[in-house]
């Protein structure tokens, strides 16, 4: 069971805008800054939004992200067939000293 | 061009011990806060620990604490990961990265390396 939230699953088809959500407390997502990475199959993770909402160099700016309260979300228009990957967010958790992660959401392209 | 690189992954018995190393170049790796992370197959990724630049502090998940240690040699620009009392679900791909700018988000990965625990 991981400490943050994120669905299992999203999916959309090519051109459309996919949302995924992270809830977490306020020990982690309410107090620190939350981050995202892709990871293609077959590959380790890429680091893709930091400090809620910032894109590394690189990055397309088809992702973005967000954070409110306890609970966080990237965003992917204009979606794409190689946006098909698993997707990850984390924070600092404060009582626990230490990174906790989503779960995982799979990105389909049907 | 920034890389890291894992190994000393393989096969150990439960109630064993194995140490990984991280090998990292294309950066001042004596400035860089450490991680090392974990997935198992098929599963999300999980924090295992961090080291600060200099070595001096360091952090770890409770399902690790008091089993791994984490070092580094900024001589030799190397990142470890001492493991012992190793346990099945200890079994995962490891994967050493770069705290980016301190500790603001992972953004540089290592391929990762396998560790298997299994009589």
């Known amino acids: 069971q991981s400490v943050l939230t994120q669905p299992p699953s999203a999916s959309g088809t090519p051109g459309q805008r996919v949302t995924i959500s992270c809830s977490g407390s306020s020990s982690n997502i309410g107090s620190n800054y939350v981050y995202w990475y892709q990871q293609l199959p077959g590959t380790a993770p890429k680091l893709l939004i930091y400090?809620?909402?910032q894109r590394p160099s690189g990055v397309p700016d088809r992702f973005s992200g967000s954070k409110s309260g306890t609970s966080a979300s990237l965003a992917i228009s204009g979606l794409r067939s190689e946006d098909e990957a698993h997707y990850y967010c984390?924070?600092?958790?404060?009582?626990?000293?230490?990174?906790?992660f989503g779960g995982g959401t799979k990105v389909t392209v049907l | 061009d920034v890389q890291l690189v894992e190994s000393g992954g393989g096969l150990v018995q439960p109630g064993g011990s194995l140490r990984l190393s991280c090998a990292a170049s294309?950066?001042?790796?004596?400035?860089?806060?450490m991680h090392w992370v974990r997935q198992t197959p098929g599963k999300g990724l999980v924090w295992v620990s961090r080291i600060n630049s200099d070595g001096s502090s360091t952090n770890y998940a409770d399902s690790v604490k008091g089993r791994f240690t984490i070092s580094r040699d900024n001589a030799k620009n190397t990142l470890y990961v001492q493991m012992t009392s190793l346990r099945a679900e200890d079994t995962a791909v490891y994967y050493c990265?770069?705290?980016?700018?301190?500790?603001?988000?992972?953004?540089?990965w290592g391929q990762g390396t396998t560790v298997t625990v299994s009589s």
């Open positions: 984390t924070s600092w958790d404060d009582s626990l000293s230490g990174w906790v």
């Open positions: 294309g950066f001042t790796f004596s400035n860089s806060w």
């Open positions: 990265a770069r705290g980016r700018f301190g500790d603001y988000g992972m953004d540089v």
């Open positions: 400090m809620n909402n």
